[in-house]
């Protein structure tokens, strides 16, 4: 039987994330912050959430700044800590889309967490959910021809 790793996060650190988070939706921007993490057994602490500069944000779209992004690694590792990144989502849904399974395998990321967000049509509510998730690059896809 396969169990889903638990992930602990911080509420009052959550709840700040998502505030942030919420005020780049309303400008009609994507959003990211870099995540320390400490590992358990079958489990993971996300100890802080890091503001990043973004270079440039839109929906489907964030360029944060490689300098801040490697440096920030190389805190977390200095620390002991591992490291992640949590964006959002503003269409879709709350999982990883291909491009962030790459992206995120290819930077080493422990984590990585997705914010979707959106308006609900009949209230105009702010809805969002929060998933984190191990990357991983998708299987190769090889067609053999039987005979």
């Known amino acids: 039987m396969f169990t889903s790793p638990d992930i602990y996060v911080d509420d009052k650190q959550q709840r700040a994330f998502r505030r942030r988070a919420i005020a780049a939706f309303h400008k009609n921007q994507e959003y ?3 995540i320390f993490v400490r590992r358990g057994m079958g489990e993971f602490y996300v100890v802080k959430f890091i503001k990043m500069k973004l270079k440039g944000a839109k929906p ?5 700044d490689q300098a801040q992004y490697d440096g920030l690694k190389e805190e977390a590792k200095k620390q002991g800590l591992e490291f992640g990144t949590v964006h959002t989502h503003l269409w ?12 995120s395998v290819k930077e080493k990321e422990t984590l990585t967490g ?8 009949k209230t105009k509510r702010i809805k ?3 998933d984190f998730w191990q ?4 299987g ?3 067609i053999i021809h039987s005979k």
């Open 128 to 130: 969002t959910k929060l």
């Open 140 to 142: 190769k896809l090889k």
């Open 60 to 64: 489907g779209f964030i360029d944060s």
């Open 92 to 103: 879709g849904d709350s999982s990883l889309s291909e491009w962030d399974h790459k992206e």
């Open 135 to 138: 990357p991983q690059l998708p």
């Open 32 to 34: 990211m912050e870099a």
């Open 114 to 121: 997705v914010l979707f967000i959106e308006k609900d049509k």
